[in-house]
């Protein structure tokens, strides 16, 4: 079983930066993607990033683009979400999700999912 931790949320005022981490456990831990997304009440998650367990593919939504990027350490099987110029649009909680075989972004493909960190952006 496959389990993943989110950390790094918090409260930040709008144009600050945040990095969440998901760490991720279990005896034979290989996915093929792991991704972000986010969350807000009475909304839909919403996909943020993905980036391959091997090689440096990544996919970002347009809202986030330039500024958040995700990044992966195999060795310490985690992956991260840098988070610069924040907007009060960012605020929702943030899911790691990791799948085992090609996503297409969509979220019902990921097979493991975070509890979630909250990210809340003032203005």
């Known amino acids: 079983q496959v389990q993943l931790v989110e950390s790094g949320g918090g409260l930040v005022q709008a144009g600050g930066s945040l990095r969440l981490s998901c760490a991720a456990s279990g005896r034979t831990f290989s996915p093929y993607v792991m991704a972000w997304f986010r969350q807000v009440p009475g909304k839909e998650r919403e996909f943020v990033s993905e980036i391959r367990w091997s090689g440096y593919t990544t996919s970002y939504a347009d809202s986030v683009k330039a500024r958040l990027t995700i990044s992966r350490d195999n060795a310490k099987n985690t992956v991260y979400l840098q988070m610069n110029s924040l907007k009060p649009e960012d605020t929702a909680v943030y899911y790691c999700?990791?799948?085992?075989?090609?996503?297409?972004?969509?979220?019902?493909?990921?097979?493991?999912w975070g509890q979630g960190t909250q990210v809340t952006v003032s203005s």
């Open positions: 999700a990791a799948s085992s075989a090609p996503s297409y972004l969509a979220a019902h493909r990921y097979d493991y």
